[in-house]
């Protein structure tokens, strides 16, 4: 039976951005809030899927170790926190390589969809870019948009393309708020944001 998940961005909703990338986990930084939040989002019993561009290791900045070592330590903290993710989707590749993965693609949703059986129509990205939120609208998910990370400058870059459609939030904390209440039973009437 297909069922909805939550999408979440890596760098910028879970994680603070740097300007030459996470490539190691001596630069991974949990943003304030995000490891209780997380808790309180394992509690709704949704898969928590994240959902990341790592166009640095296609720049030989990074490798896919490194990534993979950052995601299991993320991971494991998230855990020991009393949160979870499921699964770790990444695309490793440069914007020019034009591959299917790369967000704004929505290539990793669509994977992630066939692999754990997801109702995408039901299901939630939150992110902090433009490309987050084509992406999730490109695979039929309800986009959320953070102001962490890109996320403030990115409403700008979304507000004078005149692109509407998702909804937005201070942070993942505040996020997870809304995502709890959409999730409750008396709320499955509640209409989709905008």
Request: proline share 7%; charged share 25%; glycine share 10%.
């Amino acid at each position: 039976m297909m069922q909805p998940a939550v999408f979440l961005d890596r760098d910028g909703v879970i994680n603070r951005n740097r300007p030459d990338h996470v490539k190691a986990w001596d630069e991974f930084e949990f943003l304030p809030g995000v490891l209780a939040a997380l808790a309180r989002l394992a509690g709704i019993g949704l898969p928590v899927l994240v959902i990341s561009n790592q166009g640095a290791i296609g720049r030989g900045l990074t490798t896919h170790a490194a990534v993979e070592e950052i995601n299991r330590r993320m991971a494991a903290e998230i855990r020991a926190a009393g949160g979870r993710i499921d699964d770790v989707l990444y695309c490793p590749h440069r914007p020019e390589d034009g591959c299917a993965c790369r967000k704004p693609r929505p290539g990793l949703l669509l994977q992630a969809a066939e692999r754990w059986d997801l109702d995408l129509a039901a299901s939630v990205l939150v992110g902090d870019a433009e490309a987050d939120i084509l992406a999730a609208q490109r695979a039929g998910c309800r986009p959320l948009l953070v102001l962490t990370g890109r996320g403030a400058e990115q409403l700008a870059v979304l507000r004078a393309a005149g692109r509407d459609g998702f909804l937005v939030a201070g942070d993942l904390p505040a996020a997870v708020d809304w995502i709890s209440a959409f999730h409750q039973p008396a709320a499955a009437s509640q209409p989709a944001p905008e």
